[in-house]
């Protein structure tokens, strides 16, 4: 599946590279809806597209905070996303008695919905350019280092200030690795409450084996409604639902929010992932999956706190499994080899383009000093350490002026903080337990075991017993306790003697050394990849796209099958071969189909109509969730995975076997009529 | 479980280091069988050590040379030996259709009794101390290499002639850390047949995650026969059975065949395995095991062929994060520290052995080569590949002297090598794929994707492809194409263009040359241990045991319990445990017990005999299947395990928690007569 929620923290901790991808090919692209590829449509399929359509798809559009994509499918305030998308909300709504992330959900009236604890979901409803407002803030003889603050410093003042005009969320965009900037302005929804799940069993049919393989059989759709002042909220934009399902052929479209790609990469930075940060990121996958399996094993409740992090865990490991064995293919290099070496001989030719090709040479020099950086750790991945991370450095950054705070701490993001802070989600204390001892032990083995500061987190400890201490001890794992923390401010902060807070103090000064190198090597990726992209237009001309920036984006293809080891595998599926998979493989494990659908199997559910189908559109995490629509904007379809041919499309788009993975829109309507008995909410989709 | 199988070709890559421990405390030791802890067992427990007695137990244990111990315990070659022991032989006799290794097995006559493809059992007959004539091939002015060298041709010599003139195999085992050199003179037998094995479900009741721990209730055992010219063979020395289930005080002995332990290891050394190694097999152990799931996820027969090895990796992996756990508390290397300093302290003060203290820095100085060795990859984990290498290097070595060839190519150990050669066992070609795969992308990822070395390799494919490729089309696979190779020679084998042959032939000088290097390292390591041993013994006198060599020992013990978590943890189990321990979970999972016993369950089993027990004997990896013995050497218990609290027992010996965990030896006649119905052969044990 496309959302690699676990590695969120690991990409931010990297450098955010969002830049300028060399020429686009075929159907590759991610487009920005205040730049969509007009020409390309119109001469490639003759499709002329229409401002209206677009400011409705955009308006349409949804962005889930905790990391997919979604859409308003009617307008009583539903929308709709994947399963795995909302699994985070689905399974903090669990319990141990009711288990709704495996046994699925349905709501059969407004007053069974259940509120979300702590979803945050946005509706893109203006894009700026403020590009010359922050170059503005610049001036020649600044240091990279002044130029930098003072960027940041004039961000937050455009954030800000849009913020108290309009109310709305406001985000600055960087864009094509800094050469331009757009203000993003969200109206948000923080009442969501979830209507309709299907079971695991059918939304991630196939398990861990299927996941990234195609033909697929997966219900992985998910219903949620938006509230404001306690009713479902009024949607204007929303969209409407196909009669038909897609056809070999179709042009269509994906309206979502990619999550990060990096197309800009040089030959240098690739493989700085091949040899250095792929492996050290599967390493350390590998090791959480199996800290998770393990704790799973004590018994069925813990497997359940444990299902969540898992899942996400294992998807992340199979696709960056994928990544890296594209890039270990010699093929792939190569070919991005020849387009660079292309593009340097021409720079080399050219005397005024010249002195660009340096930044080549400095993307390597700061690929070292990333290298040296990989394996620092300089926090705990662990919910309550997260709490008492951010409430301490919360108390330190409100003492400053809020366009010199840490970004998170900026005026314009209080809100979505707050919620996150205050969450009433469930903390388990043995999971926090298990997960807080194995990073301590990975923060022995990094910095080795007589390192001073070990001994001053440690305490004459070993991991097991000193986490065991620290989450017995903490207070942080209740709500009313850190909602006290924050709201008396910097100085109780600084004076409470709760055990995690402790530990974050101690670990400031190490956090902020490495987040400050960390940021400064961006900064300076930044300004390289800034005159790569510069030597790109020079020599290619503009009519590009950016690399993805997890913000809206408008993609498209055709549906279409591809050959794999000499077989043609056709573009969709049915509901007869979902039966049908399950019993080639046993109906066991993670292909047994759940009750509901064999009880639809006979006379119940069409067995014809189409399930899953895959398209040529440019996909990537982060996509997961996004409605694809056909020429009149009618959805047809919602994206839940790329094939493992795609997983190089991270540096690397290609649509020879690499494909886009959808749940047929039809289809979620027939299972809520046939198999979920849930014929007025199937009424409710598009109307 | 107290085997270490998968890591057994990582530790041999390591020093392999054999020396003298510090002070032996409590019930700690593995002793020599030619030099037995009377005294101790005098004044303690008031035993007198009987030499007929000695003598029977030593010759009526036996060494499972994949990895184990085990006993006879008939007069017509019948051994007793652990599931997990025989679990290599097991899988290998399994097929699709027959699924041994998971359901059991029985024989109910001398010819359905399965013949093991390549197993090899040793009876050790005679051990003669040959420490002077090593000696002597050394002369006062040789180099450190000369010397080595020269200690390395004498021991082939001393192992040569034993053979020629006993028929026996001959070993020359290093102990003290090279203060003695033994000769182990053993009766081999390589015709063994399956007669009795549980189902997994039984043998390995409450799986990975009751793995190491207690209370436990398992049925790990099987029952093999040995036997000569196609009979039984005759044993003259066999255990008896004891009539009496153990009690909590009983002195209990442990005749077999620890692996390796490190007890000898200075600080340094442990900081190096704590900050070092043990991160790194744990990395590999943890990629290993997602590995092997992931190719079990293929479908069910997948999931039997990745079974054993995957089985192996758990239990590794288990123990490993065990061991961590234990040196990443800072007071077992506190309490390492303080016995050092204080023997230190005791050199300096006098000035003959203040010279010795150099022997301390020398270890440290060694550790820092060691950690930059520790990455090399210069061979691939594949069967196939192993065929390769080995049939290569006998190619090239065989055009040697004997005495100068790499080691386990020598005359004394050619029938050894050949029965692994040669091996019928089944080859899975897609298991060999995946394995091969992960292998070179490891080689990759270590190396970095531009190593000219890689590219040879690789032949411009990625790990995938070029795996499939290798294993499409070498021979290998086939028994009469690996037989042909062996049996034209050196010339033959050069000439031969199977493609891992070839790719072996790619591999070889780095594959010396990283041996090379660790065997120069492991003499330095074993020359600056000796002074160690020697300072030692200067200071607290002689009368210990070396350590742990995977040659026979006696261990000796009390049955007890132990206190965890403010609990009384009792010695013994019963079988009335094992139906309510699978109660307590489920009865679902590892936690079902299989059918036979079910149906035993009323009215047929003994519900109120011992199961397992615990004692604190001194045991590691390698003692798995040694016979436990009371004061009348009748067998008592059959060591499966060891408690999670005696997993840093490869360092540090401690008898506060830390347990060997056996099977009941009643159990097991139980079982046969009340579950197995197999009455006969439950008369046969012991007669």
């Not at 309009?166 to 960087?174: A, N, Q």
């Not at 700085?272 to 018994?299: A, H, N, S, T």
């Not at 009880?599 to 996004?626: M, P, Q, R, Y």
Request: with cysteine; charged share 25%; glycine share 8%.
């Amino acid at each position: 599946m496309r959302c690699h929620q676990f590695l969120l923290g690991l990409l931010c901790a990297l450098a955010a590279i969002t830049a300028f991808p060399s020429l686009a090919h075929a159907d590759e692209g991610m487009w920005l809806y205040n730049d969509l590829p007009r020409k390309v449509l119109a001469e490639k399929y003759g499709f002329e597209v229409d401002q209206q359509w677009a400011d409705h798809l955009m308006q349409s559009s949804v962005r889930f905070n905790s990391g997919g994509s979604g859409s308003f499918v009617s307008s009583q305030g539903l929308v709709l996303t994947n399963h795995h998308v909302a699994s985070d909300t689905l399974f903090k709504l669990s319990t141990p008695e009711r288990n709704i992330m495996e046994d699925g959900f349905l709501a059969r009236a407004l007053d069974e919905e259940l509120k979300a604890p702590d979803l945050e979901l946005n509706q893109l409803v203006k894009i700026t350019n403020v590009t010359a407002r922050v170059n503005e803030a610049i001036s020649a003889g600044m240091s990279a280092e002044e130029a930098a603050k003072a960027r940041r410093g004039r961000i937050a003042e455009i954030e800000k200030s849009a913020l108290d005009e309009s109310g709305l969320r406001s985000d600055v965009v960087t864009l094509y690795g800094g050469a331009q900037y757009h203000l993003y302005q969200y109206k948000k929804y923080t009442d969501v409450r979830l209507v309709w799940a299907p079971e695991t069993k059918s939304a991630f049919f196939g398990g861990d084996a299927d996941n990234f393989e195609y033909p697929r059989f997966n219900l992985d759709a998910t219903l949620v409604r938006v509230y404001e002042d306690g009713k479902p909220a009024k949607i204007e934009h929303f969209l409407r639902w196909s009669d038909a399902d897609v056809s070999s052929g179709d042009l269509v479209f994906v309206s979502g929010h990619p999550g990060r790609t990096q197309r800009i990469f040089t030959v240098a930075a690739l493989k700085f992932l091949r040899d250095d940060r792929l492996p050290y990121v599967l390493d350390l996958l590998r090791r959480k999956e199996i800290l998770m399996q393990q704790y799973g094993l004590e018994g069925e409740e813990q497997k359940r706190q444990a299902k969540d992090e898992l899942f996400g865990i294992q998807n992340s490991r199979k696709a960056y499994t994928g990544m890296i064995a594209g890039l270990q293919d010699p093929a792939t290099i190569a070919k991005k080899a020849t387009a660079e070496d292309s593009l340097l001989a021409k720079l080399q030719a050219d005397p005024k383009l010249r002195p660009l090709a340096a930044a080549w040479d400095e993307v390597a020099r700061l690929q070292d000093q990333q290298r040296k950086a990989l394996r620092e750790v300089n926090t705990f991945r662990s919910s309550l350490y997260g709490f008492a991370e951010t409430i301490h450095l919360l108390g330190v950054e409100d003492g400053k002026p809020n366009n010199e705070r840490l970004r998170e701490f900026g005026d314009a993001g209080r809100e979505s903080l707050l919620q996150e802070l205050l969450s009433e989600a469930p903390i388990y204390a043995g999971l926090e337990r298990v997960k807080l001892a194995d990073e301590l032990a990975r923060f022995i083995e990094v910095r080795g075991g007589d390192d001073p500061l070990v001994a001053q987190v440690m305490q004459g400890k070993g991991p097991a017993d000193r986490a065991a201490d620290l989450i017995a001890q903490s207070q942080l794992h209740e709500v009313a306790f850190r909602k006290g923390l924050v709201e008396g401010g910097g100085e109780k902060i600084a004076a409470s003697s709760d055990p995690l807070l402790v530990l974050a103090r101690i670990m400031e000064p190490g956090y902020r050394e490495s987040r400050a190198k960390g940021e400064q090597t961006s900064e300076q990726l930044r300004q390289a990849y800034a005159k790569i992209t510069e030597a790109t237009v020079a020599v290619q001309g503009t009519g590009n796209y950016p690399d993805a920036t997890f913000t809206l984006r408008l993609a498209f293809g055709v549906v279409q099958g591809y050959r794999e080891e000499g077989k043609e595998i056709p573009p969709t599926t049915n509901f007869a071969g979902a039966y049908q998979h399950a019993e080639e493989h046993g109906s066991s494990g993670d292909y047994q189909l759940p009750d509901s659908w064999l009880k639809a199997k006979e006379g119940k559910v069409d067995l014809d109509a189409a399930l899953n189908f895959v398209c040529t559109a440019d996909i990537i995490g982060g996509n997961s969730g996004s409605p694809v629509v056909n020429r009149s904007g009618e959805l047809v379809g919602l994206i839940f995975d790329g094939n493992i041919q795609s997983l190089t499309s991270d540096y690397l788009y290609s649509d020879v076997q690499g494909r886009a993975v959808s749940v047929s829109g039809g289809a979620i309507r027939e299972s809520l009529r046939s198999i979920y008995d849930a014929p007025t909410l199937a009424a409710e989709l598009g109307n």
